[in-house]
C-alpha cells in the first residue's frame, strides 16, 4: 500500500500543479470563474489525451500512463497475494525443502506478473511492430547503462532455476560467511551470525568461487585439534573424547564421531576429533567452543595431562687441559727479530722486563 500511495502522489501531484497553474493564468487574465474552469477543463483534457511519444501506430499519452501505472499497482497486489497464498496453501504442504519452495514461489510470481503485463499490452492495442521498436529502444538503453542490472537480473533466474543456492544455505563468497534469506531480482541477501544482512549481487554466485556448505544437506563435520602428554594412553585418550563427542546433544550419531592421531609433535602427542552437527551449521565456533569446555574437564578428570610447549637442555661437560707455556725472553727476542728484525726486538725484549 506504501508503494501504492508513493505511486498516486506522481500522478496527482502534476495534476494539482497543472490545476494550480491554469486557474493562476486565467485570474491574472481577468476570467470568470466559470470560464476559468472551462479553459481548465480544456487544458485538462488537452494534456489528457495528448500524445507524448509514438511508437509506429500506437501513442503514448498522459491517459494511458495512468491507466498502466493503475494496472501495475493493481497487478502487484494481486501477484503477492496469490504468491502468498501458494506459499501457505500448497507449498508449505509439500516435501520440499525450503530453497524448492522459495524458487517456485518467485518464479511463478514472474509468470504471473509477465502474463499480466502482456495482458495490458494487448488491451492498449500494443501491436508487435511497436512491441519491437520499444525492445530495440530497451535494448540500447541496456547497452549504454543497465548491463549490470540485466546481468543481475539474468543471474537470479539461473540461481531459481539451476539452484547452486538456495534460500536457507550457508554459503561463503569471499570473506563473507552467512546464510540465504532472500534471493532477489539484483541481490542475494546474506545473514551474517553477527545479525548483518549483505546484499550480495546475483552474478557473483555465477561467475564466483562460492562454497556452499550446505549444498548437499544440513550435515557438517566439525574437526576439533588438541595434544596430550607423551605419558597418557592414546588407546585412553580415544576413549575420552569418544565419550565427550557422545555426550553432547547437539553431536549426530551418524555419522559417528572419530578421533585421528595426527602425529608425534615437540611437546605432545597431537589428535583430533571430528564430529558432525545439523543443529549448529551457523554456529560452528560456539559448538567447537562447548566441545573444548568439556575436553579440558573430561581429561583432568581422567588425569590426563594437556602439556604446554616446552624445551629440555642437555649440557655435557668434558675435562680440557690447557697448558700454558711462557716463552723465554730470549725466545720472544729470536721471533720478533724474525719477523720483524732488530727494531720490534727491542720493544718487545723490553716489554718482558
Do not use: C
Not at 167 to 193: F, P, Y
Not at 235 to 243: D, G, M, N, P, S
Not at 260 to 275: K, W, Y
Amino acid at each position: 500500500m506504501r508503494r501504492l500511495s508513493r505511486w498516486a502522489k506522481w500522478v496527482i501531484g502534476p495534476l494539482f500543479a497543472v490545476a494550480a497553474i491554469g486557474f493562476a493564468v486565467s485570474w491574472l487574465a481577468g476570467m470568470s470563474p466559470s470560464a476559468m474552469l472551462a479553459n481548465l477543463g480544456e487544458l485538462v483534457q488537452f494534456l489528457w489525451n495528448s500524445p507524448l511519444v509514438s511508437f509506429g501506430s500506437f501513442r503514448l499519452t498522459l491517459a494511458i500512463i495512468v491507466q498502466v501505472a493503475v494496472f501495475l499497482g493493481i497487478l502487484w497486489i494481486v501477484t503477492k497475494f496469490a504468491s502468498r497464498i501458494l506459499r501457505t496453501k500448497v507449498l508449505d504442504r509439500t516435501d520440499l525443502d525450503e530453497g524448492q519452495k522459495f524458487s517456485v514461489q518467485r518464479v511463478s510470481a514472474y509468470l504471473l506478473f509477465t502474463l499480466g503485463a502482456l495482458n495490458l499490452l494487448h488491451m492498449l492495442g500494443v501491436d508487435l511492430g511497436s512491441l519491437a521498436v520499444f525492445s530495440g529502444a530497451l535494448g540500447i538503453g541496456l547497452g549504454l547503462g543497465f548491463q549490470t542490472i540485466a546481468k543481475n537480473f539474468a543471474s537470479g533466474l539461473i540461481l531459481l532455476f539451476e539452484q547452486p543456492i538456495k534460500v536457507g544455505d550457508r554459503v561463503q563468497v569471499g570473506d563473507l560467511l552467512g546464510d540465504i534469506v532472500n534471493i532477489g531480482s539484483r541481490g542475494a541477501w546474506v545473514r551474517t551470525n553477527e545479525n548483518v544482512v549483505m546484499i550480495v549481487p546475483n552474478s557473483e554466485f555465477i561467475e564466483g568461487r562460492v562454497t556452499n556448505w550446505t549444498a548437499n544437506d544440513r550435515n557438517v563435520r566439525l574437526s576439533i585439534p588438541l595434544g596430550v602428554s607423551y605419558n597418557s594412553d592414546p588407546e585412553h585418550v580415544r576413549a575420552v573424547l569418544l565419550r565427550v563427542a557422545d555426550e553432547h546433544p547437539d553431536v549426530l550419531v551418524k555419522p559417528a564421531a572419530g578421533v585421528i592421531f595426527t602425529g608425534f609433535g615437540e611437546s605432545s602427542l597431537d589428535f583430533e576429533l571430528r564430529v558432525w552437527t545439523s543443529k549448529q551449521v551457523t554456529t560452528p565456533r560456539t559448538m567447537t567452543s562447548e566441545l573444548y569446555f568439556s575436553l579440558f574437564a573430561a581429561l583432568k578428570e581422567a588425569g590426563i595431562e594437556i602439556p604446554f610447549p616446552q624445551r629440555d637442555v642437555h649440557l655435557r661437560s668434558a675435562e680440557a687441559t690447557v697448558r700454558m707455556a711462557t716463552p723465554a725472553k730470549d725466545d720472544d727476542a729470536e721471533v720478533a727479530e724474525k719477523l720483524d728484525g732488530p727494531a720490534l726486538a727491542k720493544p718487545l725484549a723490553g716489554a718482558q722486563q
